[in-house]
């Protein structure tokens, strides 16, 4: 499987301002990536599936103008908490579909925690 | 969305004994794959079982799919503190190769 660096693994900000997460790709080439969010206790929901030099593509009730996806090479996709608010503050995770292997790889994760 | 719904919930086992944890899904899928997740951590992939395989076995993992019943269990043998953590089956299909994760069973071994 491919290796995925997630960055940062935790950060606190607050009401108002934003917040960019980074998920790179170290060894493999990601047209596509995935960003989900996980609260405590909770499964993993998708939020938006990260295209390569595209649009990304959001689920049902995920607002796009608040979860800012930006996957301008192969190897790096970004997410941004726009204007956070206590609510957004959860555990974000992106991954990556590695090549010929049908698993995912994930990235470490990061801890949001907007006050 | 979720479509797996997992159980049980949680589940508290002593070092040495077995542990089975079982997911049932909605739609059609293309494989069904089950991931580990250590407290406040990423995932990490265990093991797929494909929509035409029946079982699966890793190690001390073995994994049965029902594609009549829409099911799948996933069991630990010989279970370890060290396995204890959080586990997830997730589902495949065609759609964008989206994964789509069930609620998961929280597992503990207890030395």
């Known amino acids: 499987g491919a290796v995925v660096s997630q960055h940062p693994s935790r950060v606190i900000c607050k009401s108002g301002t934003s917040v960019k997460i980074e998920c790179r790709s170290l060894?493999?080439?990601?047209?596509?990536m995935f960003w989900y969010r996980q609260f405590p206790k909770k499964s993993l929901m998708l939020m938006a599936t990260?295209?390569?030099?595209?649009?990304?593509?959001?689920e049902q009730g995920v607002e796009k103008d608040k979860f800012l996806i930006n996957h301008a090479s192969l190897t790096l996709s970004t997410l941004t908490v726009t204007s956070a608010h206590p609510e957004d503050s959860s555990f974000y995770i992106c991954?990556?579909?590695?090549?010929?292997?049908?698993?995912?790889?994930f990235g470490s994760g990061t801890r949001l925690t907007v006050v | 969305s979720q479509q797996g719904e997992e159980d049980p919930q949680a589940l508290s086992i002593q070092e040495g004994e077995n542990a089975t944890m079982n997911c049932s899904y909605k739609?059609?899928?293309?494989?069904l794959q089950w991931y580990r997740q250590n407290s406040g951590r990423g995932l990490v992939h265990l093991i797929l079982?494909?929509?035409?395989?029946r079982e699966k076995h890793s190690g001390r993992l073995r994994v049965t799919l029902d594609t009549s019943k829409k099911s799948s269990s996933l069991l630990i043998t010989a279970s370890r503190a060290a396995d204890t953590a959080s586990y997830f089956c997730?589902?495949?299909?065609?759609?964008?190769?989206?994964?789509?994760f069930g609620q998961g069973t929280e597992l503990s071994v207890k030395p």
């Open positions: 079982i494909r929509s035409n395989e």
């Open positions: 997730a589902t495949g299909n065609n759609q964008g190769g989206k994964l789509i």
């Open positions: 991954s990556v579909r590695g090549g010929s292997f049908y698993g995912y790889t």
């Open positions: 739609t059609s899928i293309n494989n």
């Open positions: 990260s295209n390569e030099g595209s649009k990304a593509t959001y």
């Open positions: 060894d493999f080439q990601a047209t596509t």
